[in-house]
């Protein structure tokens, strides 16, 4: 069974394999954080492999058992499975992030249970006794497995038939879905007669049904307006609006207040329809500010009037490479309301002249802050 | 015969622990030590000199106690072959009391400690704000409009600042982190990429203060330098009148106007000169990013109003004349300073090593078949090839930029 060092390292393997998927899918999946904890949880898992194997280290028993079962190998199908998993790990190094993690989960998964079996069969020569132990072992989590691997694969085939259905159908499919696993669950545990074939019979059907709705959605792709919404590049400054007037997709969801207060080099203000800028350290107002060049630099918008205001950038113009056009440089903010902010980085690579200016603005409001680039 | 040997080695081990702490006492009697942390020039500086006064004797007797302590039982209970005594699990009341003692102690050192730090961070009564930016291996100071600065200045090396004024210096960094330190004038901050710290500065009286990066930051950390340069108020709207000047060419058939050319030709993609024009006429703005890692060079608008280049590694200035400002009294300096460069000052030699091969002055990542993991970008100066012919008129050029 469990000994005290490899329950330790069991431990360690989960937690640390945990916190590198969740850091992985949180934060970033190629950041060397993801990288230090999986190594943490390969490092722990091996140790804990030898843990077992050698049941910390208590010879006498472990001679003993190896001795008494060496005859009565159990056939087993977890090489196969380690093996997929090294397979889908390895073409998802090649090919995408999602064979990657679905390989690597495969192979740990595979190479628990592999161990896990290997382990127990040393236990003794009575195989009934050992799957015992196999079960005591690792059998608690065979259904927890099997049905976040199930629940995983429901929400990924549910969200593709959400996502593919109109904004109205998917509402009305979701309080479908939910009304009818509500009846039946409600059959099942009212009606003992439900329990039995007709359960099952229902369960397989809802099973296709999802299968097949998801698989055909998943082909379908996105409804239209959501393919049109991924493919822009919300952030970028050759989309962004910066006129007047709210955008339908660069105004969502504006967040209106700014944490990085450390990190501001001037504070632009909208109050009583007038524009200024303050900088820590000079109390009048503003309507020059300098901008180190060649640097990321944070502005901080802040409207305290009733409307809503942006701020726009000038960054000056360029000529398209390779044509006589020339456009305008410039970002902005989204929109902010009133007693609302907004950060807006920049990074200004020329000096500003006479010929090459830089201002602030703000639509909707008179007068311009100089940005003096030296 | 034995006994012999061991009072031999132990005279050797006192003459040893002798000499080092003797080397130790007596570094701190040098008398050309223009970053000792012990000789405040400024309020800021003198706030951490209060504090210090308080926490090293403090410091240093409980430093001197634990170690006397620890040496005589380390002496005293060595192994000798005797036998291992009983073993017990402690004494309460010693460990409580060892546990209040450093707790009072370091109760009473917070209290002055954290009421310096909030003295130090007071931004409230500021008179003058500077941006300074750090970049591999030089800084660059530019100057807000604000009262007294009607349009913003822009200088490197060298930082100016009015005597008994609040300046705040407002860091950051273009590449990496660095930390700006002027010990005569306040304790050192980090410079950080996209952040922006804050450092108080001010000086008591006219001088140049010296101080040195104090976060590693590559190649030639060692040699990022800065000097404070603090002049009267009045000198000090001198200077600012100086760097506000507008640009003059070299007049027409001069070495001069030759050397301009060449700066056009050579250095222009990178060092900017406010309102050098090109042959038709056309402003020239230099593109440090396109060649530079941290997207900056040394504007050289005004580079002989300074004593120093190459991130303060060198002076502009032969030594003699360099000791003349350095030891002038408070009264002439800002007069020997305001002076810039003169022709019979400048300190050519350097200048010209520097011109023909910079980096073999100063190590720096400036190999063009090196530059793979900055995407061709150099960080530091290159070897420009300059002919001296070149640099003949190069130096003949900047010694006008006053």
């Known amino acids: 069974m469990f000994t005290p060092g490899s329950k330790y390292f069991v431990g360690l393997t989960g937690l640390s394999l945990v916190a590198a998927i969740l850091y992985a899918f949180l934060v970033n999946p190629n950041d060397l954080g993801s990288i230090a ?84 069969d040393r236990a003794s020569a009575d195989g009934r006794y050992n799957s015992e132990v196999r079960a005591r072992a690792i059998g608690a989590l065979d259904y927890p497995g099997l049905a976040a691997v199930a629940l995983g694969v429901i929400a990924y085939l549910f969200s593709r038939i959400m996502l593919t259905a109109s904004k109205s159908g998917a509402a009305v499919i979701f309080i479908v879905v939910a009304a009818a696993v509500l009846v039946v669950g409600v059959l099942i545990s009212t009606k003992p007669a439900f329990r039995g074939r007709a359960s099952l019979l229902v369960t397989t059907f809802a099973a296709v049904l999802l299968a097949g709705a998801g698989i055909a959605s998943a082909i379908n792709g996105e409804r239209s307006e959501l393919a049109v919404v991924a493919e822009e590049k919300p952030y970028s400054a050759s989309h962004r609006e910066c006129g007047e007037e709210a955008s339908d997709h660069y105004d969502k969801h504006a967040g209106n207040r700014v944490s990085s207060r450390s990190a501001v080099i001037a504070t632009v203000i909208v109050e009583d329809g007038k524009l200024y800028a303050q900088m820590i350290g000079l109390k009048d107002k503003l309507n020059t500010v300098s901008v180190p060049r060649s640097n990321v630099t944070n502005i901080l918008f802040r409207n305290l009037d009733k409307e809503e205001y942006r701020l726009v950038a000038n960054l000056g113009t360029r000529t398209v490479a390779g044509t006589d056009v020339v456009e305008k440089i410039g970002t902005c903010t989204q929109l902010a309301g009133e007693n609302q902010e907004q950060l807006l980085t920049i990074n200004i690579p020329k000096s500003s002249s006479a010929e090459n200016k830089y201002s602030f603005e703000v639509p909707g409001i008179e007068g311009k802050i100089e940005v003096v680039v030296p | 015969m034995e006994s012999r040997n061991v009072k031999s080695s132990r005279r050797r081990l006192v003459a040893s622990v002798s000499a080092i702490a003797a080397a130790v006492v007596l570094a701190g009697c040098a008398k050309n030590a223009p970053q000792d942390t012990f000789q405040p020039k400024g309020a800021n500086a003198q706030m951490i000199q209060d504090l210090q006064v308080i926490v090293f004797p403090i410091a240093g007797v409980v430093g001197v106690i634990v170690l006397a302590l620890a040496g005589y039982i380390f002496y005293r209970f060595r192994d000798r072959g005797q036998a291992i005594p009983v073993q017990s699990h402690g004494k309460p009341v010693v460990e409580i009391t060892l546990t209040i003692i450093p707790a009072l102690i370091l109760s009473v050192v917070g209290v002055f400690t954290f009421r310096t730090i909030f003295d130090l961070a007071e931004t409230k009564d500021t008179e003058m704000i500077i941006n300074v930016t750090g970049q591999q291996w030089w800084w660059e100071y530019d100057y807000p409009t604000q009262e007294g600065i009607s349009q913003p200045i822009i200088t490197s090396g060298q930082l100016v600042i009015p005597v008994g004024t609040k300046v705040l210096l407002r860091e950051t960094s273009r590449d990496v982190i660095h930390s700006y330190w002027i010990p005569a004038l306040n304790g050192k901050k980090d410079a950080v990429p996209g952040r922006i710290h804050l450092l108080r500065l001010e000086a008591d009286k006219p001088g140049i203060y010296a101080g040195q990066c104090t976060e590693f930051c590559g190649l030639s950390h060692a040699n990022m330098r800065m000097e404070t340069v603090a002049l009267s108020k009045a000198d000090f709207a001198k200077w600012v009148a100086n760097q506000q000047k507008a640009y003059v060419s070299p007049a027409e058939g001069t070495k001069a106007k030759e050397g301009e050319a060449v700066f056009l030709n050579q250095c222009s993609r990178c060092h900017q000169v406010n309102g050098i024009k090109d042959a038709n006429g056309k402003a020239v703005i230099s593109a440090p990013d396109e060649n530079v890692y941290s997207g900056a060079a040394p504007n050289l608008s005004h580079l002989m109003s300074r004593n120093t280049f190459a991130g303060a590694m060198f002076d502009l200035v032969i030594d003699k004349c360099r000791d003349d400002v350095w030891n002038a009294s408070s009264e002439e300096f800002g007069a020997k300073y305001l002076a810039g460069v003169s022709s019979d000052c400048l300190n050519q030699k350097d200048l010209r090593a520097w011109l023909r091969n910079a980096p073999g002055m100063k190590p720096m990542y400036a190999d063009p078949a090196k530059l793979e993991k900055s995407n061709g970008l150099y960080r530091g100066m290159p070897n420009l090839g300059l002919t001296e012919d070149d640099i003949d008129k190069l130096v003949a050029y900047l010694i006008t930029l006053k």
């Open chain 1, 37 to 120: 904890l999986l190594g943490v949880a390969v490092a722990a898992g091996l140790i804990a492999g030898f843990a077992f194997l050698t049941r910390d280290g208590d010879t006498e028993s472990a001679t003993e058992s190896v001795a008494a079962n060496a005859e009565v190998p159990t056939p087993s199908f977890w090489p196969i499975v380690f093996a997929l998993g090294a397979a889908l790990t390895l073409l998802g190094l090649a090919t995408n992030a999602i064979v990657f993690v679905v390989g690597l989960g495969v192979l740990v998964g595979g190479g628990l249970e592999w161990t896990i079996q290997n382990w127990a």
